[in-house]
């Protein structure tokens, strides 16, 4: 349903400066991985579990918070691109422990990670090496319909490329996506 970030403050710093999500989101993020933060992030998916029997959440900004460059000015073609040390393994092992304490308190609840890389195994059940979200969010899927629909005329449509956009997925790792509805004053 929704994570947050946590904004610059005395008490939360930022153990390495490249963590910092600065013009991507329009305003400087910082936090450190100490088990103070940790604690906290991971109490708040069990309160709004609890309290409010949220029956799941949905990441935002995932593929940020995977990779110290945020994924920009990354290509992601091939596996190596992404296990090239580049990867935050404090905010793998958060989103991972995230996961597994959210199916542990809801079995039923649904995680789904707002990730634009491709990142494997992100999708994937804890159990079999992965991050333990239920579904990755395509982002790409609406992205690509509002490009085609505004910027082309129908006959430029290409029938092989709406289906590469809307069947690149591994097979193992559910995605899901959104479409947008846009009418004309």
Known sequence: I??????????????????GLGDVYKRQTQSTWENEVLHFLLSNCKFWLDEYKFDGFRFDGVTSMLYYSHGLGEAFCNYGDYFNGHQDGDAIAYLTLANKLIHEVNKNAITIAEEVSGMPGLAAKFEDGGYGFDYRMAMNIPDYWIKTIKE??????????????TTNRRAEEKTISYCLLYTSP
């Open 152 to 165: 082309k005329k129908d006959e430029d449509w290409h029938p092989s490329s709406i289906w590469w956009e």
């Open 2 to 19: 929704f994570f947050f970030f946590f904004q610059a403050e005395d008490g939360i710093r930022d153990a390495q400066e490249s963590r």
